[in-house]
């Protein structure tokens, strides 16, 4: 069983910001298709504002949940787009769901991949099947759930999140948009990945390298 820590936690977002920084302009390209080209900008601009505000903590004097909370904040001050508040709102979640808890075990890890997922649906109001981060976000998350209840480690449960998340990306080609600035396209975005949906493979994916 891994033991999540607060340094375990930073050195998560920094992978993530790392991913998202090299990942940037195949994300803006995507959403140049079917948005504003701006996706890889926002998301490299909120995972850097967390990753320098993450860099600014003395993680001894705090626990997992001040961690995401910060996180949160600084990604929603850096970015304008709808991204920001989705993901902020994805940490809020993920810190309410460890509170209190010095340490993340992988139960833990787990139940805040399904926090964040939930998180963006609320403040998203997008369901499946809308063409959104939420295609990718949902099944990671119900597939590291499955995954953990029959008994998977953590590294086995979060590689069952980013298959399922690669595979709610791909969906989203067949899907005509009905959330968000892509939505206005109609059956012109069908044909074309997500960006937000493309982005959160890469998140995970991170988020597996780094918890796991
Ligand atoms: P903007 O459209 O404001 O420029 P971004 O380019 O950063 O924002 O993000 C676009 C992505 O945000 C979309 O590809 C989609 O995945 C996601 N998105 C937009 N609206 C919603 C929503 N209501 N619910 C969930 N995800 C959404
Ligand atoms: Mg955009
Ligand atoms: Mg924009």
């Known amino acids: ?15 993530i910001a790392v991913a998202i920084e090299a990942d940037k302009d195949r994300l803006c390209q ?17 995972f850097g504002a967390v990753r320098d505000a993450l ?8 626990e997992p949940t001040a961690l995401l909370n910060t996180a949160a904040k ?18 809020i979640r993920a810190a309410a769901a460890v509170k209190g808890k ?4 992988d139960t833990d890890a787990v139940a805040m991949l399904q926090a964040m997922a939930q998180g963006i649906r609320d403040r998203g109001k997008a369901e499946i099947g809308e063409k959104t981060m939420v ?19 953590l ?7 980013l298959e399922a998340a690669e595979q709610g990306a791909e969906g989203t080609k067949d ?27 890469t998140v995970i994916g991170a988020m597996r390298k780094g918890l796991a």
Do not use: C
């Open 74 to 91: 600084s990604f929603l001050n850096a970015v304008g787009a709808s991204s920001g508040p989705l993901y902020a709102t994805a940490f």
């Open 30 to 46: 995507l959403d140049g298709v079917i948005g504003d080209a701006d996706h890889g900008i926002a998301m490299a601009l909120g």
């Open 155 to 161: 590294a086995e449960s979060l590689d069952a999140a």
């Open 175 to 201: 899907m005509i948009a009905a959330k968000g600035r892509s939505s206005r396209l109609g059956e012109r975005s069908l044909g074309h990945v997500d960006p937000g949906a493309a982005s959160a493979v």
């Open 102 to 105: 010095a340490t993340l075990a």
């Open 1 to 15: 069983m891994t033991m999540i820590d607060t340094a375990r936690l930073r050195a998560m977002f920094d992978e």
């Open 55 to 62: 860099a600014a903590l003395d993680l001894s004097a705090i």
């Open 135 to 153: 295609d990718a976000w949902q099944p990671a998350a119900e597939a590291a759930a499955a995954a953990h209840a029959t008994g998977k480690t």
